[in-house]
């Protein structure tokens, strides 16, 4: 595709349920991270994946946030048991080489937990 | 592990210019700059490698001085459309790793 996409873009939710975002990269993008950024906050890193490599998960803060990539292509973040802390704009990247180069950011997935 | 961005936040008169510090407790292997228009997106501006090298495209350059860990953001003759709030992203040296941590945020609110 031309850019990153996220869907989906709104999400609204109730305390205690489980959401799926999703995020496509670039094709042919081997780095990806997910950010999360609160009402006027800087973006908190999330996790990042680079290839085949392990991810580094050590920003996810708490075991009910869980991410998957398939291969080189899509990733899915999932927050398991949704809390009214969790709301926020959740923002995908990905970069066709990591911090070397440039990230491209999607336009995020503004969740809202009741 | 956090960069420190400072100033917090800067109001201009069109035309004036500025300078966006970005300070971090660790070596830095990469230092990129980003700019966040409300409700958008962050868009890349650019990236410095070590190496002490600037960069710059049009009136916003940026300077990366890996003894000090510090880069700066410098933009000139200020324009209504630099309006936003301004990121810095560290990559620290070592590591198993190369994730992008965020700073703080600056935010540049230019005005006629």
């Known amino acids: 595709g031309a850019g990153v996409s996220q869907s989906p873009s709104n999400k609204v939710t109730e305390k205690g349920k489980d959401v799926e975002l999703r995020c496509d990269p670039i094709?042919?993008?081997?780095?990806l991270y997910w950010y999360r950024q609160r009402l006027g906050q800087g973006l908190e890193f999330l996790i990042y994946f680079q290839g085949n490599s392990a991810p580094d998960k050590s920003g996810l803060p708490s075991d009910r946030f869980s991410a998957e990539r398939t291969g080189e292509s899509v990733s899915t973040l999932t927050i398991q048991r949704t809390q009214q802390e969790d709301s926020a704009v959740y923002l995908c990247?990905?970069?066709?080489?990591?911090?070397?180069?440039?990230?491209?950011f999607g336009s995020g997935t503004q969740l809202s937990v009741l | 592990q956090q960069p420190v961005q400072s100033p917090q936040a800067v109001i201009l008169r069109e035309g004036e210019d500025a300078v966006i510090n970005c300070s971090s407790s660790?070596?830095?292997?990469?230092v990129h700059w980003y700019r966040q228009k409300h409700g958008e997106a962050p868009v890349f501006l650019m990236i410095?490698?070590?190496?002490?090298e600037q960069k710059g495209h049009d009136k916003i350059s940026a300077s990366f001085n890996e003894k000090k860990q510090q880069s700066s953001l410098y933009l000139t003759a200020s324009q209504l459309s630099y309006s936003g709030t301004y990121f810095c992203g560290t990559a620290s040296q070592g590591g198993a790793t190369n994730k992008l941590i965020f700073g703080t945020g600056t935010l540049l609110a230019v005005q006629p």
């Open positions: 990247a990905s970069s066709s080489q990591g911090v070397v180069e440039k990230l491209f």
């Open positions: 660790k070596a830095l292997y990469s």
């Open positions: 094709s042919g993008h081997t780095a």
């Open positions: 410095l490698l070590k190496g002490g």
